[in-house]
């Protein structure tokens, strides 16, 4: 009850911050502009999308560049690949995976693919969606109304656990310049609110936080994606946060 009284506290905080931000909007748009122009712009990895033949247990990747290894060479160095080597080893069976995401993806776009996805029932959905949303000043009543819907597709389509990959701390992002930074690191907070709330409140659905430890590694050429090391990172606090919670893979191996 305490935290949640504290959590719904910082959100009244952000939202008066945020605000405050709007004043500076003709400021904040003429940058983003800029910004959209001069932003090196990285290929999507390549690689298969997919570890091969399933075998043991499987997870899926869904989402924007994070999952499509946008700033990678190889799509085995992203967050996906990385995720069910982590679990592997921790869980010491196998994992297979596929990373099914889109460059620039945002939340509708996801929820109109996901009902289009033709995957084998996965043991475990990783999600990274919302930074093209926070970009784009996606409203925070239609965001939370889209995650709800998005949680609820999933579930019916998959049945599976899913993570939400914390939104990322924008305010520290060396690409952007100030003060779009310090408004769109205050926009992000806002919208991962929705994944915390979730990640409490629904079974089966865990919120994983970006902290500054890990935001501090290094990034990508063009400073705004992970690099190969910080996914290998971020997929570690993933393991360690949902084996916490309870969550355990089936045990899918062969005898």
């Known amino acids: 009850m305490v935290n949640w009284i504290f959590w719904n506290i910082l959100l009244i905080k952000l939202a008066l911050i945020w605000t405050v931000c709007l004043f500076l909007l003709p400021v904040l748009i003429l940058q983003g502009i800029w910004t959209r122009k001069t932003a090196l712009r990285l ?8 570890s ?3 075998c043991g247990s499987h997870i899926i990747g869904l989402g924007d560049s994070v999952i499509a290894g946008v700033g990678l060479n190889e799509l085995s160095d992203a967050l996906t690949a990385q995720l069910a080597l982590k679990l592997s080893e921790d869980q ?3 994992v297979s995976w596929s990373a099914l995401g889109v460059n620039g993806e945002r939340v509708q776009e996801l929820i109109r693919r ?25 409203s925070l009543t239609r965001w939370q109304l889209d995650i709800a819907t998005l949680i609820g597709d999933l579930k019916e389509k998959f049945n599976a656990p899913i993570v939400f990959l914390g939104l990322p701390p924008m305010g520290e992002f060396p ?11 205050i926009r992000a907070a806002m919208l991962d609110f929705t994944f915390k709330q979730a990640g409490e409140l629904i079974k089966d659905v865990y919120w994983i936080e970006i902290h500054r430890s890990e935001s501090n590694l290094p990034m990508a050429e063009d400073g705004y994606h992970p690099s190969a090391l910080a996914c290998a990172s971020i997929a570690e606090v993933i393991v360690k946060h949902i084996t916490a919670n309870g969550f355990c893979l089936p045990n899918n191996n062969e005898d």
Do not use: M, Y
């Open 43 to 50: 290929p999507e990895a390549s690689g298969d999308s997919s």
């Open 52 to 54: 091969g033949v399933r």
């Open 92 to 94: 010491s069976q196998a």
């Open 114 to 138: 996901v009902k289009l996805i033709d995957a084998d029932t996965p043991d475990l959905i990783l999600i990274s969606i919302g930074v093209n949303d926070v970009s784009h000043l996606s």
């Open 175 to 185: 690409a952007l310049p100030q003060p779009l930074r310090f408004a769109l690191g």
